[in-house]
């Protein structure tokens, strides 16, 4: 059950280039990766960590302009 909860929650988020759907998108590599459901800035955060120097710019901007 678990795993088709973050496949649906992965294909509303694939093609949402929002803060929002950016922010999610590092939640679900968080989860994806390390098994842990995060808060969108805490997902972001991890993400800076984890994911490659190249997105930190777009995360940072989400982070920026989340609302």
């Known amino acids: 059950p678990q795993d088709f909860v973050m496949d649906s929650f992965h294909q509303n988020v694939i093609n949402d280039d929002t803060p929002d759907g950016i922010l999610n998108r590092c939640r ?34 989400a982070i920026k302009n989340y609302e």
């Open 28 to 61: 679900y590599e968080a989860y994806r990766q390390d098994g842990v459901m995060l808060s969108k800035i805490d997902g972001a955060l991890w993400a800076l960590k984890h994911l490659p120097a190249d997105l930190h710019a777009r995360i940072l901007s």
